[in-house]
Structures are given as structure tokens and as C-alpha cells.
């Protein structure tokens, strides 16, 4: 085991609480919850509750929860489910879809999916060289084109925090004037979900993905919330969650999901205080120690748990094996697109040449990262610098 983990943001610790809730449920519980004898009841009313539990975290109706695989799922479901339901009846339709430039390798999959197959347009929407959304130029001529607009809340790499609220209460406005149902506007907020409230209110969005493994719910359990205005096909068949997925549900994953959500609301103020004290003093000791190294994470509407730099001369690869043989768990960036030779595309999409943007290494805090943590994370760092 690593004597130091600081990736948090690909995956943290599950709650130990959440563990001992699944283990004592599967002790007494194994039967398919479509099952109509009574084990099969059973799990369906545990089931039937945790959704309850979900909704009520996300301030939403119970049909509006859609539990999936993780965000990923999600997000494919969310995308290709929506345009595919925007076709029916018109197999000659070609949608237009907007994404931010910064988003997960996983919605620039889905879209190019669309792309390739169903003829969709995929353009991206205008951002500044800092990487937020450049809000005066997302108005009513993307809107007049957009079917779907997708961005992400908080990116996951390096740490900005995109004015969503603000985007869909234009897109809403919008719609309301034009009496449209589009654009239908998608949100990804795996990675805020860690310190942000979430929520389609507060948002203002149709959908929104989370994914379990980000606050301690385990890897494999997600959820898309949509409105129940929204409407999807399916992509692989099936009764199970509401006719939108085939496949027995992965209950105590979901389960896991709820205790996890409970514990986390509880903990999440007092755990993003602890993040910001972490990235205030991570930023403070790369100034003083290291100020030849350029920290990518803003100062203002960031992600506390996720502190992004560029290193000068190694790629970032090579730098993250040389900490792992240390010791010290980090990452160059979203675990989905470890391996990448040709770099980050954020990075790339902020102004970063090619050669900057192999360079990228972000470290991520969780509830038990503490200080000491860093500071024998950045000794081992000076090493390899």
C-alpha cells in the first residue's frame, strides 16, 4: 500500500460505515429485486427506499433518479438516450451539439459516437484563456443551432469551477421566450459533487451525473437525475430503471450510494474548509519552494480538493511512476485518460502548447488528507523536479 494517496479525485476510501451497511444487507438480503417471492421483495423494498433517499438528497421526485454504472453511463445515457429520443420520427434529423471544451474524454466519446453514426454536429462553446465559459458570447445564436449543450460543473483535472447556474438560467430564459423544449441542457457533476451542492435547482439543468467512486460510495454505482420532462431511448434494453437500462440492479451498490450521499452531506462543509485550508497551503508552498512552477488551478471558483501544476521539463507520466516507486499516489491527469502520449486536451483547450500539456500533474485531497501528508509528498517531489 502507498505510504501517501493523493488521486482522491479518480477514486477515494470508501466510508467504512457504507461498507458495514452493504455487508450486513447481503447477509440478509440476495434475492432479484424483480423478483415477486419475497427475498425478491425484500431487496425491491430496499431498493424502492434508497431511491426515496436519493431524491430527497437531490431535491427531486423519485422517477427523476436513474441509477447507472457510474458517470460515465451516465452521461452516455443522458447524450445519446436524449438526441436518439430527439429522432424518433425523423430518421433524417441531424442535431447540433454543444460541449465545453474542458469536459471528460467520456461526453467528446459520446458525442463522436453521434457524430460518426447518427450525422451530429458537435461544436464547442466559447471559453477564455483562463478556461471558464465565456458567458457574453453564449447567447441566442448558439442557442438557435444547440439541441443539446453539455459542460461540465467542476472539472475533475484541473479544478475549475464553470458558472452553470448561470448558463442555464439563459438557456431556461430562452426557452421560455421561444416556447422550446431545446437546447436540452446536460451537466456533469462528478467531480463538484465532492464540495458542491448539487442539484437540478441549483444548477439549473435537465440532467446531471454523478458517479459513487468520487465521495466514497465505491466504484460501479452512478446516477443520472433528470427531469421528468426529459425524455430518453434506451441504449441497452430492458425493464429495470424505468425501461432506460437492462440488467438486475447492482442494489448493494446502491445502497452503498445513499449511505455514502448521507455521510457525505453531513461531512461536506466541514470537509471543504479542510480542502481549501490543504490548497492554500499546497499553493503557499509551491510559491515559496518551487515558484519556477506554474499552478494551473485558479485562485477564484476552484475545486478545493484538486491542486493542478505543470512541471518545467518532465512529463508528467514518468514524473507520477518516479513518486509512485516513493511512495506518493498522484495522477497527470483524469484517470480515464492515463496513458494519453499526445497530452491533456484541457490543457491543450487553455492556451498550453503540446510540450506543456505532458507536463500536467494533479494531486487531490480526501477527508483524511492532511498536511503532513503534503509536506512529505513535496519532499519526495523536489527529488524528481
Known amino acids: 500500500m502507498s505510504e501517501i494517496y493523493l488521486d482522491h479525485a479518480a477514486a477515494t476510501p470508501i466510508y467504512p460505515e457504507v461498507l458495514e451497511k452493504i455487508s450486513e444487507a447481503g447477509k440478509i438480503c440476495f434475492g432479484n429485486p424483480s423478483s415477486i417471492h419475497q427475498e425478491g421483495i425484500k431487496v425491491k423494498t430496499i431498493l424502492d427506499e434508497t431511491r426515496y433517499g436519493v431524491a430527497k438528497f437531490f431535491e427531486c421526485k423519485i422517477g427523476e433518479v436513474v441509477f447507472t454504472s457510474g458517470a460515465t453511463e451516465s452521461l452516455n445515457l443522458a447524450i445519446i438516450g436524449n438526441y436518439l429520443h430527439q429522432r424518433v420520427g425523423d430518421k433524417t434529423f441531424k442535431g447540433t451539439i454543444f460541449i465545453s471544451p474542458l469536459v471528460h474524454a467520456s461526453i467528446t466519446g459520446a458525442c463522436t459516437f453521434l457524430e460518426k453514426h447518427f450525422g451530429a454536429e458537435i461544436k464547442f462553446l466559447p471559453i477564455e484563456n483562463s478556461g471558464f465559459l465565456n458567458m457574453e458570447q453564449i447567447d441566442a445564436k448558439i442557442f438557435d443551432k444547440a439541441n443539446i449543450i453539455v459542460c461540465e460543473h467542476g472539472n475533475s483535472e484541473i479544478g475549475i469551477v464553470q458558472p452553470i447556474a448561470k448558463l442555464g438560467k439563459k438557456i431556461k430564459k430562452y426557452r421560455e421566450?421561444?416556447?422550446?423544449?431545446?437546447?436540452?441542457?446536460?451537466?456533469?457533476?462528478?467531480?463538484?459533487?465532492?464540495?458542491?451542492?448539487?442539484?437540478?435547482?441549483h444548477q439549473v439543468c435537465d440532467m446531471l451525473t454523478v458517479?459513487?467512486?468520487?465521495?466514497?460510495?465505491?466504484?460501479?454505482?452512478?446516477?443520472?437525475?433528470?427531469?421528468?420532462?426529459?425524455?430518453?431511448?434506451?441504449?441497452?434494453?430492458g425493464s429495470h430503471e424505468f425501461g432506460l437500462r437492462g440488467g438486475t440492479e447492482n442494489w448493494l451498490g446502491i445502497l452503498g450510494l445513499k449511505e455514502a450521499l448521507k455521510l457525505h452531506e453531513k461531512n461536506r462543509v466541514k470537509m471543504r474548509e479542510h480542502?481549501?485550508?490543504?490548497?492554500?497551503?499546497?499553493?503557499?508552498?509551491?510559491?515559496?519552494?518551487?515558484?519556477?512552477?506554474?499552478?494551473?488551478?485558479?485562485?477564484?471558483?476552484f475545486l478545493p480538493h484538486i491542486f493542478h501544476f505543470r512541471l518545467l521539463k518532465e512529463s508528467g507520466e514518468l514524473f507520477v511512476q518516479k513518486c509512485d516507486l516513493?511512495?506518493?499516489?498522484?495522477?497527470?491527469?483524469?484517470?480515464?485518460?492515463?496513458?494519453?502520449?499526445?497530452?491533456s486536451s484541457i490543457l491543450k483547450n487553455i492556451g498550453c502548447s503540446d510540450k506543456e500539456a505532458k507536463r500536467g500533474i494533479r494531486i487531490s485531497f480526501g477527508r483524511n488528507t492532511m498536511e503532513n501528508d503534503l509536506k512529505k509528498a513535496f519532499e519526495i517531489f523536489e527529488k524528481h523536479f
Open 177 to 201: 421566450e421561444k416556447e422550446k423544449g431545446t437546447p436540452v441542457f446536460i451537466v456533469d457533476t462528478a467531480a463538484s459533487v465532492v464540495t458542491e451542492k448539487i442539484s437540478l435547482s
Open 326 to 343: 516513493d511512495g506518493v499516489c498522484i495522477s497527470a491527469g483524469a484517470a480515464c485518460s492515463s496513458g494519453n502520449v499526445s497530452g
Open 211 to 237: 458517479s459513487g467512486e468520487k465521495f466514497g460510495a465505491g466504484a460501479g454505482s452512478g446516477i443520472l437525475i433528470k427531469q421528468s420532462k426529459v425524455l430518453l431511448s434506451s441504449l441497452f434494453h
Open 275 to 301: 480542502f481549501k485550508t490543504l490548497q492554500e497551503f499546497a499553493r503557499k508552498y509551491f510559491i515559496e519552494k518551487f515558484p519556477e512552477i506554474k499552478i494551473t488551478t485558479p485562485r477564484k471558483n
